[in-house]
């Protein structure tokens, strides 16, 4: 038989010891899963700045849409689905997130709030150039690296008429992804929130002035006509002859990037 009292106290200090570390984790975890997204005071981005949030939400159900922002969606909750709609339909993913850290990151987001600390930056708002569309198109292609070498957008992603013969399929088309993100793009791929990427990009994040240009290349695509690959086919056909070899995409890509960028079409 356990002994109840003990129990309850070393439970109670287990609580006290991780709300602690859980506070001081609020701002890292904030930075890592919310970010993309969200800011305390630097603006909306593909979710609302969460400034005030305490003005306009009871802590019960900002924490619980933390928590479970999909199951309030899926029951049809008022103020969750008019936040849907405000957001273009994009919706807050599941993120796993426990009552403890949703409890600290209220406070995290209260204390900023209320002393004009801003979280997030507001990140790059002059106009698009054509120069940034054509930078950003090297660098999803992987024709140019980024400067604390993350990997090519191309090797996990397709996007409309970006690489020579499409993209990986790892990761979802991003054609249309501009139209679905809108003006919080940029700030998603600077820091974003997708399980698969953060493991690769938090360690080797973009800068702001790369993630907007890659946004403006994507936002340039989701105007292009359907690319037409099917031409392509044939001199893949023919190099994978003359090299006698039977290679796997992956291999093909990376031998055959210098004649691909020689033999791409003009954007
Ligand atoms: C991929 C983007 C994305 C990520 C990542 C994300 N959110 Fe959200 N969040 C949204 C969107 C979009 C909404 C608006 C509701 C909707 O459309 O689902 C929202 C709404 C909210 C709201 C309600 C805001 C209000 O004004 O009532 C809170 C609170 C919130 N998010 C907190 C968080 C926290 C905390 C994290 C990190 C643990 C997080 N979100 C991560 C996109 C995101
Ligand atoms: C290692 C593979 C990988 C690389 C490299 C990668 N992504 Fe992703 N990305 C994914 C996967 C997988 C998803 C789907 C969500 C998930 O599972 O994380 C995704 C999701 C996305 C989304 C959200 C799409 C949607 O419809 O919700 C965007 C935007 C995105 N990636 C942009 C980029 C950009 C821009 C780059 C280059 C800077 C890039 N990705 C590089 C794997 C990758």
């Known amino acids: ?34 970010m993309s997204c969200h800011t305390v005071g630097a603006g909306a981005k593909v979710g609302p700045d969460l400034k005030g949030l305490a003005e306009r939400r009871t802590k019960d159900w900002a924490t619980g849409f933390m928590m479970a922002p999909g199951s309030y969606l899926d029951r049809g909750d008022a103020t969750a689905t008019e936040l849907l709609k405000a957001a273009n339909g994009v919706k807050m993913p599941d993120l796993g997130i426990t009552a403890g850290e949703a409890e600290a990151i209220w406070k995290l987001v209260d204390d900023a709030t209320k002393a004009g600390k801003v979280i997030g930056s507001a990140g790059i708002a002059r106009p698009v150039t054509p120069a940034d569309i054509a930078n950003g198109r090297l660098l999803f292609e992987g ?8 990997p090519a957008c191309l090797s996990c992603h397709s996007a409309s008429s970006a690489g020579f013969a499409g993209g990986g399929s790892l990761g979802p088309d991003l054609t249309a992804v501009s139209g679905k993100m809108g003006k919080g793009l940029a700030s998603a791929i600077e820091t974003p929130a997708f399980p698969t990427m953060q493991n690769v990009f938090a360690k080797a994040p973009l800068t702001a002035e790369e993630a907007f240009q890659v946004a403006a290349f994507l936002g ?18 023919l190099i994978g002859l003359v090299g006698g070899l039977q290679i796997s995409r992956i291999v093909a890509r990376r031998r055959f990037k210098g004649v691909r960028s020689q033999l791409k079409p003009k954007a």
């Open 1 to 34: 038989m356990f002994n109840g009292k003990g129990r309850g106290r070393t439970l109670l200090s287990l609580a006290l010891v991780s709300v602690g570390l859980v506070a001081q984790d609020a701002e890292a975890q904030f930075k890592k899963q919310c």
């Open 143 to 150: 024709r140019k690296h980024f400067a604390k070498g993350a």
């Open 220 to 237: 340039s695509v989701s105007k292009e006509p359907p690319a037409k690959k099917d031409i392509m086919l044939p001199i893949v056909g």
